[in-house]
T-cell receptor, first 116, second 112 residues
Framework: NAGVMQNPRHLVRRRGQEARLRCSPM?????VYWYRQLPEEGLKFMVY????????ESGMPKERFSAEFPKEGPSILRIQQVVRGDSAAYFC??????????????FGSGTQLSVL | DQQVKQNSPSLSVQEGRISILNCDYT??????FLWYKKYPAEGPTFLIS?????DKNEDGRFTVFLNKSAKHLSLHIVPSQPGDSAVYFC???????????FGKGTKLTVNP
């Protein structure tokens, strides 16, 4: 059973370009979470999605950031017009259950986004 | 506003000794606490958790203690092993939230 797969592992973008980060949850998992880790910081919640639904996006910046988890295919975190401050490690996590069963929450290895 | 604080960025211990990692929180709504372990270039992995109705939870070499009145928890690793060298994150949640709030992490180095 493959773990949570994130790609690419490393992504380099120039200021103003778009970044697309992909996350394939573990088989049988229908709940996806995105977290961001800025340098020297802890992970910060961005968004929680179920298939075709955004459940909680309270951690998402108001502009330029969007996320989706379609019925088929991976979850996508999209950052438009990237700026240097977007440089961070972006982690996806998946769970088979809704909430409060964090022992079943599995993280991917992350995508390191570098904005030049 | 940092709701979960890990005030020690790093900790170094000798193999076989006890490692104690500390975590403080400020949000009274938190009722569930977790520790994650993270190796370089990997995602965090769940280590151990504790509910606010308990003050101690033990799993093998790992024990988490919770002091609700002090809003403080600690992770004890006994005996420490070189393979335990990693960054340890304290996380908290509560109030029915789906979010985990993480501390900045403590880098543990266990010397052979």
């Amino acid at each position: 059973n493959a773990g949570v797969m994130q790609n690419p592992r490393h992504l380099v973008r120039r200021r103003g370009q778009e970044a697309r980060l992909r996350c394939s949850p573990m088989k049988g998992h229908s709940h996806v979470y995105w977290y961001r880790q800025l340098p020297e910081e802890g992970l910060k919640f961005m968004v929680y999605l179920q298939k075709e639904n955004i459940i909680d996006e309270s951690g998402m910046p108001k502009e330029r950031f969007s996320a989706e988890f379609p019925k088929e295919g991976p979850s996508i975190l999209r950052i438009q017009q990237v700026v240097r401050g977007d440089s961070a490690a972006y982690f996806c996590a998946s769970s088979p259950l809704q909430g409060q069963r964090y022992e079943k929450l599995f993280f991917g290895s992350g995508t390191q986004l570098s904005v030049l | 506003d940092q709701q979960v604080k890990q005030n020690s960025p790093s900790l170094s211990v000798q193999e076989g000794r006890i490692s104690i990692l500390n975590c403080d929180y400020t949000n009274s709504m938190f009722d569930y606490f977790l520790w994650y372990k993270k190796y370089p270039a990997e995602g965090p992995t769940f280590l151990i958790s504790i509910s606010s109705i308990k003050d101690k939870n033990e799993d093998g070499r790992f024990t988490v203690f919770l002091n609700k009145s002090a809003k403080h928890l600690s992770l004890h690793i006994v005996p420490s092993q070189p393979g335990d060298s990693a960054v340890y994150f304290c996380a908290a949640t509560g109030g029915g939230s789906e979010k985990l709030v993480f501390g900045k992490g403590t880098k543990l180095t266990v010397n052979p």
